[in-house]
């Protein structure tokens, strides 16, 4: 799976999951609907669509695209699965950060949005490329655990659970990776 891009630049540390998506928009049960109230506090004046901050990224034009690059700490806080799915519904397939809250990463990979952790200097680099460049391309090769500034061709690796990224690429959630591997089971049964 490869995730080809450009960026939108979040250069703030310590982003807490109400911040991503506040505690007054938790009451749905579906995941869809949440991408229009990411960063709502952030992104417009007294709550009203009608009046978004300019000077709030989400609200620039210059940046778009399918990865959310963050500062460190990303995803603090509490342990809101409904700060993935805001991103996820607002067209995010992955964030880049030197840093997530354990429990924000685990929930990203459990909804298809690809957490990749890169050191301090590689998201500073990146930070500073889009800001030169709002057009320049992140290239994500989840199966060679890569990213690439393909402005600079500097590359770096990232980690991901095994069993996470099986289940990534093939679009499973945890009952069809059990539901792939029946014939295994089944045959472990009968040897037990």
Request: hydrophobic share 40%; charged share 25%; aromatic share 12%.
């Amino acid at each position: 799976m490869n995730i080809n891009s450009t960026a939108v630049p979040l250069e703030d540390e310590n982003v807490d999951t109400d911040q991503i998506i506040p505690a007054r928009f938790l009451k749905a049960t579906s995941r869809d609907g949440f991408g229009k109230n990411l960063f709502r506090d952030w992104r417009y004046n007294n709550d009203d669509e009608a009046q978004p901050k300019a000077d709030f990224v989400l609200n620039n034009p210059a940046f778009s695209g399918k990865i959310l690059v963050a500062g460190k700490n990303f995803g603090c806080g509490s342990s809101r699965e409904h700060a993935a799915w805001a991103l996820k519904d607002y067209g995010f397939d992955a964030v880049v950060s030197s840093f997530f809250a354990d429990i924000f990463k685990n929930n990203a990979l459990n909804n298809f949005l690809l957490p990749v952790q890169v050191s301090d200097e590689f998201l500073q680099q990146l930070f500073e490329t889009i800001r030169q460049n709002p057009a320049a391309e992140i290239a994500i090769d989840l199966e060679k655990q890569s990213i690439t500034n393909a402005a600079t061709g500097e590359k770096a690796f990232f980690d991901i659970n095994l069993y996470k990224k099986t289940c990534f690429i093939n679009g499973y959630d945890d009952i069809d990776y059990l539901l792939s591997i029946r014939s295994d089971i089944e045959a472990f049964e009968l040897t037990h």
